[in-house]
């Protein structure tokens, strides 16, 4: 358990791009405790939440939390259902809030790599609430982009400024119009190093492997040798013509690392994506999601939203097995059969 002393300590050590919005008197007590769940320590708003003195829908509103406030999450309790798929709330220091609306995150800041390091290139992933690009390392930039906890890019290189801070640079994705994006610029303590064994496949050996995806209560289950090894909550694709998930026999046919998603009209403009495992050759994949917590619902335009953890084990477990050091590879490349995909 962290102490309140230590999560304010945290707090105000991670400035240079990440600032946090806490405010309640508890804070002030030395001998109050974080209690972590079993996940997660903080809780990040993903567009607007209310503090509620009880989890219900009728109990006293205590307060009106704004996007990208962070609260800690002291625990979690089954509550009213503000829709239909969901009794989780989580108990804050001063009441409840209702799951769908925070990430759960945690800060967890990081010591950089040597430089030399960086130089190789690897993939990262942002262990904070979330934080400010720069694309300018000069005292007087602006912040660029915000990026979120659990968002994965790679590292291509690694600067430090005038006033002593260490910046990685970082490859934004894919755009289609000018390929990749490297003038992108983060503290380097809020990424976390990911290696090659943090992505190394998880049972290599066993080639019989199925995926059964339930597009009626929007639950994934994978199967090895008919066995079932692991059941995920997803949410799939808004129930129109062009956004929902296709339904029928399908196969892995790619991966990527990561990806910046966003549509022709910008709806959505979704920089690292992390491990997104695709289905059809026209875009369709499971993927982690920071911009909701809200499983069993239609949400996504087509893909398979499921939590930041399950995308990155179903990218190590299906097949084709990807390599570490590129961030596209298909079952051509692999000269190989993808994963069975099955969505009734």
Same mark, same amino acid.
């Given at each position: ?57 009728? =109990? ?57 390091? =960086? ?19 000069? =005292? ?78 929007? @639950?994934?289950? =994978? ?55 695709y289905f059809t050759w026209w875009g369709h994949a ?57 969505? @009734?």
């Amino acid at each position: 358990m962290a102490s309140r002393r230590t999560f304010l300590k945290l707090s105000m050590l991670v400035g240079g791009g990440l600032s946090f919005n806490i405010t309640n008197k508890a804070l002030a007590s030395e001998e109050a405790e974080i209690l972590k769940t079993s996940a997660h320590s903080q809780g990040r708003v993903i567009t607007s939440a209310t503090i509620y003195d009880a989890p219900k829908r009728n =109990a006293k509103r205590l307060k009106t939390l704004t996007r990208d406030t962070v609260i800690p999450i002291i625990g979690e309790t089954q509550g009213e259902r503000l829709s239909p798929t969901s009794d989780l709330w989580y108990r804050t220091d001063n009441g409840y809030v209702y799951s769908t609306g925070v990430q759960p995150v945690d800060t967890e800041l990081q010591t950089p790599v040597a430089p030399e390091i =960086a130089a190789e290139r690897f993939w990262a992933e942002v262990c904070v609430p979330f934080t400010d690009t720069r694309q300018s390392l000069q =005292a007087n930039a602006r912040p660029f982009r915000r990026i979120y906890h659990g968002c994965v890019f790679r590292v291509v290189g690694l600067t430090q400024d005038k006033q002593g801070i260490w910046w990685y640079r970082l490859e934004d994705g894919f755009n289609g119009n000018n390929g990749f994006i490297y003038n992108l610029h983060v503290n380097a303590t809020h990424m976390r190093r990911i290696t090659a064994e943090d992505l190394s496949p998880l049972s290599p050996e066993i080639e019989d492997k199925r995926i059964q995806v339930n597009l009626k209560t929007n @639950i994934i289950t =994978a199967y090895e040798n008919g066995n079932l090894v692991n059941t995920v909550r997803c949410s799939s694709g808004i129930l129109k013509r062009d956004l929902a998930t296709p339904r029928g026999e399908m196969s892995i046919l790619y991966k990527m690392h990561t990806s910046h998603m966003r549509d022709r009209t910008r709806t959505y403009d979704l920089p690292g994506v992390a491990f997104p495992t695709y289905f059809t050759w026209w875009g369709h994949a499971i993927h982690c999601t920071y911009w909701h917590n809200d499983w069993g619902t239609y949400r996504s335009h087509g893909c398979l939203n499921v939590p930041n953890e399950a995308a990155r084990w179903f990218w190590r477990w299906t097949l084709p097995n990807a390599p570490y050091d590129t961030n596209f590879y298909s079952v051509t490349l692999a000269k190989t059969t993808g994963t069975k995909v099955s969505l @009734i």
